[in-house]
Nanobody
Framework: QVQLVESGGGLVQAGGSLRLSCAAS????????MGWYRQSPGKQREFVAL???????LYEEPVKGRFAISKDNAKKLLYLQMNKLKTEDTAVYYC?????WGPGTQVTVSS
């Protein structure tokens, strides 16, 4: 059974940085494509970034150049480094793998 647990969210001022983590279990971590999504109040959940089993990455346009997705196969951790945060980045951020989701972690960016 796949389990995903996000951490690292919080309150940060615009222009600041946060690093989100997602601890995974119950799957073959090394070769599994994993992603980050986010959901703001009143909006649908949207794609943020993904990383393939062989390390290729893809980002949604608004976060390109500011966010970086990475993974530590030994620790079975997925990361999302978020820099130059904007108020519009405020959302609950979710980790996804093989159709499974974590409970999410809240990121709030203040002006």
């Amino acid at each position: 059974q796949v389990q995903l647990v996000e951490s690292g969210g919080g309150l940060v001022q615009a222009g600041g940085s946060l690093r989100l983590s997602c601890a995974a279990s119950g799957m073959i971590f090394d070769s599994t494509e994993m992603g980050w999504y986010r959901q703001s109040p009143g909006k649908q959940r949207e794609f943020v970034a993904l990383i393939t089993g062989d390390g290729r990455t893809l980002y949604e346009e608004p976060v390109k150049g500011r966010f970086a997705i990475s993974k530590d196969n030994a620790k079975k951790l997925l990361y999302l480094q978020m820099n130059k945060l904007k108020t519009e980045d405020t959302a609950v951020y979710y980790c996804e793998a093989e159709g499974n989701w974590g409970p999410g972690t809240q990121v709030t960016v203040s002006s």
